[in-house]
């Protein structure tokens, strides 16, 4: 087995993975604040999570994935000031904040599904978890961790010695950036609400009893309380994206290390944002995201053709979006399912997996998920004059990882009765030299589903 290599935010260097327990890997994901659609570039870090986890498998290791759904708690300003965002999206849409969670975790699901992303092995709400956060609320307050003041139960962070281990930013520097959320009472700007009360002259949707009285959690501890919960002293991996470093990540190291006394997984990794193009982030707040629905489905882009283009881009560099480049992603994953189809039509069944090219394909992978590595040895593969049955063989292994479903791909002739007979009329056309109603027939066949292919042996209509 080649070893695997892997960015640590915390040490911020490549070093070689080894679990808590061999063979077995802790994998805890921070999964969506479900007040809103999902956009491609939140759904950017889920893909790079995917790989991961495909990978660390790939390698041979069981993983067990826990995702949490944030559905309570998550304020509009991550340093606890503004409004709770469910509350908001309730507000907005004229719904309770139960069925806003309930609707957009239903749409999250769906995205991961369109976009080919294994489910966790578990998944949790905050809402199903509020007993175990008190818990841990509680054991910091017998440690001497917290305070409190008018709107909650506050983290002393000047009792934490390491907190900016995973920033590793100077604390002078962070309280300046929380100057614009400054809570007077606070005693740091930095400190953090591990539990929020509920404001006297408001009723609000989500709130329980607690020892301090009514209220709701606050966004860090959730994920704390969960990630104990259902992995237990398998803390291996813990992911998200860069925007979590400075806050919600140093935040749940500091209140679960406080409470343990032990280390809060051993390694910490980021993805990168998703710029549009001209260098400006992807955010809800900026009203510039994206989402599948609208970007891919609604203009008949295949959702993998994301996938395939996240590809293109290391995970810990920016990715810049445009519709050019989702277009090449799109003409990319044609040639692809061409290549493949075409060597499955002459190889079946599939024959043993290349050794070498499976040496070549995992230490790319093994460099930190270098995909772009990976995909330049995928097509070193399909250019290869390997035989046919084990370049399908090879290729098949390696969409283990890749997530391109390429073992489904259609390797009949036989074609819908109505795709059929468009290619007729296109046939007739191109023989008539009427290269209007030629392309116009080859556009609807790709709305339909079907690339039309003209080649020296005739045309060919494939499905995408």
Same mark, same amino acid.
């Given at each position: 087995?080649?070893?695997?290599?892997?960015?640590?935010?915390?040490?911020?260097?490549?070093?070689?993975?080894?679990?808590?327990?061999?063979?077995?890997?802790?994998?805890?994901?921070?999964?969506?604040?479900?007040?809103?659609?999902?956009?491609?570039?939140?759904?950017?870090?889920?893909?790079?999570?995917?790989?991961?986890?495909?990978?660390?498998?790939?390698?041979?290791?069981?993983?067990?994935?826990?995702?949490?759904?944030?559905?309570?708690?998550?304020?509009?300003?991550?340093?606890?000031?503004?409004?709770?965002?469910?509350?908001?999206?309730?507000?907005?849409?004229?719904?309770?904040?139960?069925?806003?969670?309930?609707?957009?975790?239903?749409?999250?699901?769906?995205?991961?599904?369109?976009?080919?992303?294994? /489910?966790?092995?578990?998944?949790?709400?905050?809402?199903?978890?509020?007993?175990?956060?008190?818990? %841990?609320?509680?054991?910091?307050?017998?440690?001497?961790?917290?305070?409190?003041?008018?709107?909650?139960?506050?983290?002393?962070?000047?009792?934490?010695?390491?907190?900016?281990?995973?920033?590793?930013?100077?604390?002078?520097?962070?309280?300046?950036?929380?100057?614009?959320?400054?809570?007077? /009472?606070?005693?740091?700007?930095?400190?953090?609400?591990?539990?929020?009360?509920?404001?006297?002259?408001?009723?609000?949707?989500?709130?329980?009893?607690?020892?301090?009285?009514?209220?709701?959690?606050?966004?860090?501890? &959730?994920?704390?309380?969960?990630?104990?919960?259902?992995?237990?002293?398998?803390?291996?991996?813990?992911?998200?994206?860069?925007?979590?470093?400075?806050?919600?990540?140093?935040?749940?190291?500091?209140?679960?290390?406080?409470?343990?006394?032990?280390?809060?997984?051993?390694?910490?990794?980021?993805?990168?944002?998703?710029?549009?193009?001209?260098?400006?982030?992807? =955010?809800?707040?900026?009203?510039?995201?994206?989402?599948?629905?609208?970007?891919?489905?609604?203009?008949?882009?295949?959702?993998?053709?994301?996938?395939?283009?996240?590809?293109?881009?290391?995970?810990?560099?920016?990715? &810049?979006?445009?519709?050019?480049?989702?277009?090449?992603?799109?003409?990319?994953?044609?040639?692809?399912?061409?290549?493949?189809?075409?060597?499955?039509?002459?190889? %079946?069944?599939?024959?043993?997996?290349?050794?070498?090219?499976?040496?070549?394909?995992?230490?790319?992978?093994?460099?930190?998920?270098?995909?772009?590595?990976?995909?330049?040895?995928?097509?070193?593969?399909?250019?290869?004059?390997?035989?046919?049955? /084990?370049?399908? =063989?090879?290729?098949?292994?390696?969409?283990?990882?890749?997530?391109?479903?390429?073992?489904?791909?259609?390797?009949?002739?036989?074609?819908? /009765?109505?795709?059929?007979? %468009?290619?007729?009329?296109?046939?007739?056309?191109?023989?008539?030299?009427?290269?209007?109603?030629?392309?116009?027939?080859?556009?609807?066949?790709?709305?339909?589903?079907?690339?039309?292919?003209?080649?020296?042996?005739?045309?060919?209509?494939?499905?995408?």
């Amino acid at each position: 087995m080649k070893t695997l290599y892997l960015y640590n935010s915390l040490t911020r260097k490549k070093e070689e993975f080894h679990p808590i327990f061999p063979g077995q890997v802790g994998l805890y994901t921070c999964g969506p604040t479900v007040y809103n659609y999902a956009h491609i570039g939140n759904l950017r870090t889920y893909i790079f999570e995917d790989v991961l986890r495909r990978i660390l498998r790939f390698n041979g290791f069981t993983v067990r994935h826990v995702m949490n759904i944030t559905d309570v708690g998550h304020l509009t300003g991550d340093r606890d000031m503004g409004e709770d965002k469910l509350e908001k999206g309730a507000a907005r849409e004229g719904k309770t904040a139960w069925d806003i969670a309930e609707f957009y975790t239903r749409n999250f699901k769906k995205d991961m599904a369109r976009l080919n992303l294994i /489910e966790p092995d578990i998944w949790c709400k905050a809402t199903d978890t509020i007993p175990e956060q008190i818990a %841990l609320i509680r054991t910091l307050e017998e440690k001497g961790y917290t305070y409190r003041i008018s709107d909650g139960i506050y983290f002393d962070t000047a009792k934490f010695a390491d907190y900016t281990k995973l920033s590793h930013q100077n604390l002078e520097a962070l309280q300046e950036g929380a100057r614009v959320e400054k809570n007077p /009472e606070k005693r740091n700007s930095t400190d953090f609400a591990l539990w929020k009360f509920s404001p006297e002259d408001v009723r609000r949707q989500m709130e329980w009893d607690s020892p301090w009285g009514v209220g709701f959690p606050g966004w860090h501890i &959730e994920c704390s309380a969960m990630s104990m919960k259902y992995l237990g002293d398998q803390l291996d991996i813990h992911c998200g994206g860069t925007d979590h470093i400075d806050v919600h990540h140093t935040n749940e190291i500091a209140q679960s290390e406080a409470a343990t006394g032990k280390p809060f997984f051993n390694f910490w990794m980021h993805g990168a944002f998703l710029n549009i193009k001209g260098g400006k982030k992807m =955010a809800k707040s900026a009203g510039n995201f994206l989402t599948v629905q609208s970007t891919l489905v609604d203009k008949n882009i295949d959702p993998l053709a994301y996938r395939y283009a996240a590809f293109q881009t290391h995970y810990r560099n920016p990715m &810049e979006y445009s519709d050019d480049s989702i277009a090449a992603a799109q003409n990319g994953l044609r040639h692809l399912r061409n290549q493949v189809r075409s060597i499955a039509e002459a190889a %079946l069944p599939a024959g043993d997996v290349n050794a070498a090219f499976r040496d070549k394909f995992l230490e790319a992978a093994n460099d930190d998920l270098n995909m772009p590595r990976v995909m330049a040895v995928v097509q070193e593969l399909l250019k290869s004059d390997i035989g046919a049955a /084990e370049k399908l =063989a090879t290729v098949l292994d390696f969409d283990r990882v890749l997530g391109f479903d390429l073992d489904r791909i259609d390797t009949e002739d036989a074609l819908p /009765e109505e795709v059929l007979k %468009l290619a007729e009329s296109r046939k007739k056309a191109r023989q008539e030299k009427n290269w209007a109603e030629s392309d116009r027939l080859r556009d609807v066949l790709d709305e339909m589903g079907y690339v039309v292919q003209d080649g020296k042996d005739g045309m060919k209509v494939l499905k995408k």
